[in-house]
């Protein structure tokens, strides 16, 4: 945030810098540490101790194995109701994919900018939801081939349809297909995107009036946009968790196509 | 007409596509809470379909805030 110069610029806080290592390189590609690499290593430590504190499997639950039981449960319970007895394969991959998005997104939420830190969202980068959204689109293209061999093109033709029509929906339900990994990625990327720019220019409004010349606008500007920011925040809490919710379900939504066709 | 100004211009004309978006994603939360509250039994079924509808609208209307952001920070 430029404070100084009083110009709001909400796209800085997605800049990718190096941390360390800025000239190692293979095959002339940068494979520096960045930012972007490591929000996403504390991403993966708070999964990985939020899960290890709770799989003690003690025979009375304590609240924190309540916990990590609950969201197991909630995404067993998403691919049972979406997919039937035979998604139970796929709930490690789910369970992760949505436990990292959540973890990401809250993370990316935390106000490490009051101790000095550079908060960066990981999922506001198209190129890591893209690849999740690609890890996704690959599973349910090679479980459907593996599963139904080249019957899989079935699913291109809704049952009951003959004929003609089949001529004329066969390439639109394809281009639908096709287009699945793209509004998969895209949803997530831009809607933790939108959120973080609209968080970033309502603090900008805030600081703003507190340094401007004329008393009377710190009072009418900034305390309204504070007051707003602090709903817009909740709302970004409540979008982090949707979305991360909504890829784990459109995931099972895709599996299930794979698995049980039509 | 300036091209910057074009620009500028057009990502606000996409911004209307947001505000639409919003008329949907209303709408689908709307629906569902007035056939959920005929039928509260049957609520708790389809919310895994009143997030797919959700989903679904919300991402007509990102689409129009990627146009605005290539509109102004890309083109």
């Known amino acids: 945030m430029s404070a100084e110069s009083g110009k709001i610029d909400p796209m800085h806080q997605f800049l990718i810098q190096p941390l360390v290592g800025e000239h190692w390189q293979i095959a002339g590609q940068s494979i520096a540490f960045t930012n972007s690499a490591l929000w996403m290593a504390l991403t993966f430590g708070a999964v990985w101790l939020f899960m290890l504190g709770g799989m003690k499997r003690e025979l009375v639950p304590g609240r924190w194995q309540v916990a990590v039981e609950g969201f197991a449960g909630f995404v067993t319970n998403m691919l049972d109701t979406n997919i039937g007895p035979k998604g139970r394969k796929f709930a490690p991959y789910v369970f992760s994919l949505f436990m990292f998005i959540l973890f990401a997104n809250f993370i990316g939420m935390f106000p490490v900018a009051l101790v000095g830190g550079h908060p960066f969202a990981v999922t506001s980068q198209l190129t890591i939801t893209g690849v999740l959204a690609l890890l996704s689109f690959s599973i349910v293209l090679i479980v459907g081939f593996a599963k139904h061999g080249l019957h899989f093109f079935s699913l291109f033709v809704p049952s009951g349809v003959k004929g003609p029509m089949a001529v004329i929906i066969f390439p639109i339900e394809l281009i639908s297909f096709l287009m699945r990994p793209f509004s998969l990625g895209l949803r997530l990327f831009v809607a933790i995107t939108a959120g973080h720019i609209l968080m970033e220019v309502l603090a900008g409004f805030v600081i703003n009036g507190l340094n401007s010349d004329a008393l009377w606008v710190a009072p009418v500007v900034s305390l309204p946009s504070f007051i707003l920011m602090f709903g817009v925040t909740l709302l970004e809490i409540l979008v982090a968790a949707i979305q991360a919710y909504v890829f784990a379900l459109l995931t099972s939504l895709y599996l299930n196509d794979a698995i049980n066709l039509h | ?75």
Not at chain 2, 21 to 36: C, D
């Open chain 2, 1 to 75: 007409m300036d091209a910057n100004a074009a620009k500028l211009l057009g990502a606000g004309l996409a911004a209307i596509g947001v505000g639409m978006a919003a008329l949907g994603v209303g709408n689908v939360f709307g629906s569902f809470l007035e056939s959920a509250l005929r039928n509260p039994a049957a609520a708790d079924g389809q919310q895994g379909r009143l997030f797919i509808g959700f989903a679904a609208a919300e991402l007509l209307g990102l689409l129009a805030f990627v146009v605005a952001m290539i509109l102004l920070f890309v083109a």
